[in-house]
């Protein structure tokens, strides 16, 4: 600790408090300093070529169209075609997550398999995806898989169940809304409430009796009880599922998948997926040998030791790591724009194109990427904390 | 662990037996890894089937239907671009150079670059041995003739000479190799005439952006790093908030940015070229993921680290240079190489500011009516040259991992 009389000896220019403040005010100083360089450099370019800042070109008419997504036709707004590419995006990022922790978690368990091919197929692929550019896989599977290996529209592969692969895309049944949709809809209304209303009770009942169980299984069962009810109870059938059948030139009805979409979410999926898969791998190591033999000791099965015993407490390990490779596959999903699919990143530069307005679409652009991956984030550390609780 | 001795009684850690082996008839060996319960045999054969169906097909592909044609055809166009043939003699003396020094480095230290010079030597030769053009021959050659005469010269010189200055002087080519290496492909005014069409260089830019992008991400990631650390709020504010902005967007969407929107934010007379602002894009991308692996790496060190170096009379300085940022870095190698990896596969993504990179260059090449449908041959192309580089990127991570040591002292 400094004495008074030291302090007094000290000239203040070699006194470390006043060094200190002098220094984060000088390095905030140059930050801003170039900070407003710039900003400056932005006014004069923007003012030489007449052009000003604004958002107010969001409202005007696209006028150009987007192939897929949401209702959306090029007389709408740029902002609302901007919003078709924002679910876009979450349509890829959300399937390709949900795909990608299935195979990771699948080829993660099978490098640690008792069967020694098991084990060497799924290290040969985690250390062929992992070390080939992302965008070249995305490339082989739009350019040479679904553009060149597929069939034309008219031969399409028929796989069972009504869907047809083609290098159109893929079309298959999807469920469609009838007059009688509205009717069930309350059934399903009130089955939701009423789910809610059995797991809190539920869930209450347990804690007073201090026994573990499964409120969650109660509600659900609930909630497809009464939606199964209320389906034979409405008149007609609530949905109508609409087939694809071949036209003239091209398949009608059902369900749409183009064939860049197809790519990417194959793409994204099984690149992300080798990465998860290490570090499941890492993380079911990560669990001391141990825990294993104890389980054995107890008699458990090996599936039981994995899911009841190892699983658990490798979550923790695997949890974080895994939110920065969901982090990557989201900001990954930007690649679309090289194979042509209409993510927000897509739409963004085509409505630049179209307005030849830069800063605003690169700030909205960033703007959407960092608040995504700020949810991501939120929702994963809240999933985290929530594993980390059962821990004694 | 069979140990002479006991434990307890200080018994010298190289009288440690390694564990018996067992030997395993082959067909126990089957039985165990293979058909040890019903399910697993049924996977084996499902695995046996799938990898017959697999090999088969694309064997048989790469024999009958495949047209290798299209790869030496266009292997210079793929490799270098449009560097003009004439001046090719840069390239392959920047190669031959390196081999020198590979070479060198095997001979005084052995080890990891005894075999990575192996590596190179025997790949230049077999390539040598390749109907390619005589002057390419010629060339490669000449660089496995560097790899082994450096070879030489470095074994001599661990025998003969002042030690300090040889090692000087080594390590000083090193570092200067990187900046030749590039006045020498791009030219210098008056000496060697410039090469224009910079863009178009092919896969040398792919390995020219990689290497650039390391070296410079590395010692601005660490300083992101201590930054992020630092006991000063200002610093440690604006560290934070510059790593987690550039975490938080794509890759793609800065150069989008680097390639429309600079242009605004600099003045008329400072413009750079579309290659350098791909490489500051990645440069200042990358930085921010190796600063996050590099505090990881800060956080492992234990207090008593920082005590003890302070105890010894070190400033905060030395501390951290010479006792600190040592252990942080080499407990994070494999993050560390893992960031490089990921950057030289992000190099695949300057195609998209209109840079004829490989992968932009290979569909250029798909665009000659001459070579329409050559996609199969010229993607696994591109996915061989990148695997092979990338895994051995980790391999020697590993071994460099192993040889320091980590997770056993």
């Not at chain 1, 140059?30 to 107010?56: C, E, K, M, P, Y």
């Not at chain 1, 992300?272 to 107890?298: C, D, H, N, P, Y």
Request: aromatic residues 10%; hydrophobic residues 55%.
């Amino acid at each position: 600790m400094r004495s008074k009389t030291a302090a007094h000896t000290t000239a203040f220019w070699r006194d470390i408090r006043v060094l200190r403040v002098t220094g984060q005010i000088l390095f905030l100083i140059a930050i801003a300093g170039g900070v407003w360089w710039l900003i400056h450099n932005l006014q004069t370019n923007l003012s030489d070529s007449g052009l000003d800042i604004g958002f107010r070109f969001l409202g005007d008419t696209a006028g150009f169209p987007i192939s897929e997504g949401i209702s959306y036709d090029p007389t709408y707004t740029n902002g609302y075609a901007y919003w078709v590419g924002i679910v876009n995006t979450l349509r890829v990022a959300v399937i390709g997550i949900v795909l990608a922790t299935i195979l990771g978690t699948v080829i993660g368990v099978a490098r640690l398999s008792g069967n020694w091919l098991i084990r060497k197929l799924a290290a040969i692929y985690v250390e062929t995806v992992r070390n080939i550019p992302l965008l070249v896989q995305l490339f082989f599977w739009y350019f040479a898989v679904m553009l060149t290996a597929l069939p034309m529209v008219g031969q399409s592969i028929r796989l069972p169940g009504s869907i047809f692969l083609s290098r159109r895309g893929l079309y298959m049944p999807w469920p469609t809304l009838t007059e009688s949709s509205d009717t069930w809809a309350l059934f399903l209304i009130g089955a939701g409430v009423l789910a809610v209303v059995v797991y809190i009770v539920r869930r209450f009942q347990l804690r007073r009796a201090d026994r573990p169980g499964f409120p969650i299984a109660w509600a659900l069962s609930t909630f497809l009880a009464i939606g199964i009810v209320g389906w034979f109870a409405t008149p007609g059938t609530p949905l109508a599922l609409d087939v694809p059948v071949f036209q003239r030139f091209n398949f009608e009805g059902g369900l749409w998948l183009s064939t860049a979409f197809l790519a990417l979410v194959i793409g994204l999926a099984t690149y992300t997926g080798a990465f998860i898969a290490e570090i499941v791998r890492g993380g079911i190591q990560a669990v001391s040998k141990g825990q294993t033999e104890a389980a054995r000791a107890l008699g458990l099965k090996n599936s039981l030791v994995l899911r009841l015993v190892v699983l658990p407490q490798a979550l923790r390990v695997i949890i974080p790591p895994v939110t920065s490779q969901y982090l990557n596959l989201l900001k990954n999903s930007s690649l679309a724009i090289l194979i042509g699919y209409y993510d927000l990143l897509n739409v963004g530069t085509t409505i630049f194109n179209q307005t030849g307005r830069a800063v605003e679409m690169i700030l909205l652009i960033m703007a959407s990427y960092l608040s995504m991956s700020l949810l991501t984030s939120l929702v994963m550390n809240w999933y985290n904390r929530r594993m980390k609780l059962v821990e004694r | 662990m069979i140990r002479i001795g006991h434990d307890d009684d200080g018994c010298p850690a190289d009288r440690v037996l390694p564990p018996p082996t067992e030997r395993i008839p082959i067909l126990r060996w089957l039985k165990l890894n293979l058909f040890n319960s019903w399910p697993s045999a049924m996977l084996t054969l499902a695995a046996t089937a799938l990898i017959v169906s697999v090999v088969y097909g694309l064997g048989r592909w790469a024999i009958t239907a495949a047209e290798w044609e299209v790869i030496p055809a266009n292997l210079k166009l793929l490799l270098v671009g449009t560097y003009p043939l004439e001046q090719l003699w840069r390239v392959w003396s920047i190669v031959c150079f390196l081999s020198l020094l590979s070479g060198i480095a095997a001979g005084r230290r052995r080890g990891i670059f005894l075999r990575i010079s192996l590596v190179l030597f025997a790949a230049t030769a077999v390539l040598a041995a390749l109907p390619f053009a005589v002057v390419t021959r010629g060339w490669l050659l000449g660089c496995s003739g560097a790899a082994l005469a450096g070879y030489g010269l470095g074994s001599l010189t661990t025998r003969i000479g002042n030690q300090r200055w040889i090692r000087r002087i080594e390590i000083l080519a090193w570092v200067l190799s990187f900046p030749l290496s590039l006045i020498v492909l791009n030219g210098i005014g008056g000496v060697l005439p410039v090469v224009e069409g910079r863009n178009q260089w092919g896969f040398m830019l792919n390995l020219l952006g990689a290497i650039v992008g390391i070296g410079l991400s590395l010692p601005l990631g660490i300083m992101l790093a201590l930054g992020r650390r630092s006991r000063l709020p200002a610093i440690r504010i604006v560290c934070t908030v510059y790593v987690e902005l550039i975490r938080g967007v794509p890759l793609i969407s800065l150069l989008f940015m680097a390639s429309v929107m600079l242009q605004l934010l600099l003045p008329d007379s400072f413009r750079p070229d579309l290659v350098i602002r791909a490489m500051l894009t990645i440069t200042l991308f990358s930085a921010a993921y190796m600063a996050e692996n590099v505090r990881g790496g800060l956080q492992a060190i234990s207090r008593g680290q920082y005590e003890a170096a302070y105890a010894l009379g070190l400033n905060r300085m030395l501390t951290t240079l010479l006792i600190i940022l040592p252990q942080a870095l080499r407990a994070v190698i494999p993050a560390i190489v893992g960031q490089f990896i990921a950057l030289f596969k992000d190099t695949t993504l300057f195609g998209f500011i209109a840079i004829l990179e490989l992968l932009n260059i290979s569909r250029s090449v798909l665009g000659n009516l001459q070579w329409r449908g050559r996609i199969f041959e010229l993607y696994m192309f591109i996915g061989v040259v990148f695997w092979v580089l990338c895994y051995s990127m980790s391999y020697i991570s590993r071994w460099v991992e192993k040889s320091l040591g980590v997770g056993e002292r």
